[in-house]
């Protein structure tokens, strides 16, 4: 079976989970801790970054986008409408616009310094990184959470799903990345409903099961995470 490293707190490995899991892909999860640079990990990916997906002749794939592209080229194209890419080139373009923008504008704005903030320095030593929390990083990221729950909402409320019609990697990233700051409570979903419709539609579908089941020692998650009609 093929075997998919992750980490229950980084956006791409969840937005890559989540796609595997609408096309009804099984894997083996391992979750990888990339700070303590396990050799045979970086054996996959001398990046060191996640997730990695190896199949069952030990070819690896690393990162979310040629992931998610390799996914759409082999099984995707079989989907019809299920497909999570689009036909036409124009729509496809739009949906990869999205994609990045949850996944490194969002990230590097928001969630990955909340994740190293708040999760990840509680369990990396010192001499890595570890340590308390920075205020200031703190306050900067939420801070700019405003700024991409505004665009959700609009895109929410604009358009069907986040890229058209139908439901599209765009949903998945944009999904993956707001349920990292939904389980540590830092989005006020009263400020934002029609992006919490969205997400509601998004969290109900059993691809999202197993991501809500989850749990992060040490971090007890905002007690609507597991809701699907929080």
């Not at 992931?67 to 099984?75: A, G, K, M, P, Q």
């Not at 990869?96 to 310094?113: H, I």
Request: with cysteine; glycine share 6%.
């Amino acid at each position: 079976m093929p075997t998919l490293y992750h980490h229950t707190m980084s956006t791409a490995s969840r937005f890559i989970r989540l796609v595997l899991a609408e096309y009804g892909f099984q894997t083996d999860l391992v979750e990888e801790q990339t700070w303590e640079k396990r050799k045979e990990f970086l054996a996959f990916n001398p990046a060191g970054t996640l997730p990695v997906y190896v199949d069952d002749n030990m070819r690896a794939l690393c990162g979310p986008f040629i992931i998610s592209e390799f996914i759409d080229e082999t099984h995707g194209v079989l989907k019809r409408d299920r497909r999570l890419f689009a036909e036409d080139p124009f729509q496809r373009a739009e949906i990869r616009r999205l994609t990045e923008w949850f996944l490194q504008k969002m990230e590097q704005d928001v969630t990955k310094p909340l994740v190293r903030e708040r999760v990840h320095k509680l369990i990396i030593p010192n001499g890595l990184g570890g340590g308390a929390p920075d205020s200031k990083v703190l306050r900067t990221a939420r801070s700019n959470i405003r700024h991409h729950m505004k665009y959700l909402t609009w895109l929410s409320g604009s358009r069907q799903w986040l890229a058209g019609d139908r439901i599209s990697y765009a949903d998945l990233s944009a999904a993956a990345a707001v349920s990292v700051l939904d389980y540590l409570g830092e989005i006020d979903w009263n400020e934002y409903p029609v992006a919490k419709e969205w997400y509601q539609r998004i969290k109900s579908r059993p691809s999202f099961r197993p991501l809500l089941t989850e749990r992060v020692r040490g971090i007890t998650p905002v007690s609507h995470y597991a809701d699907l009609d929080f």
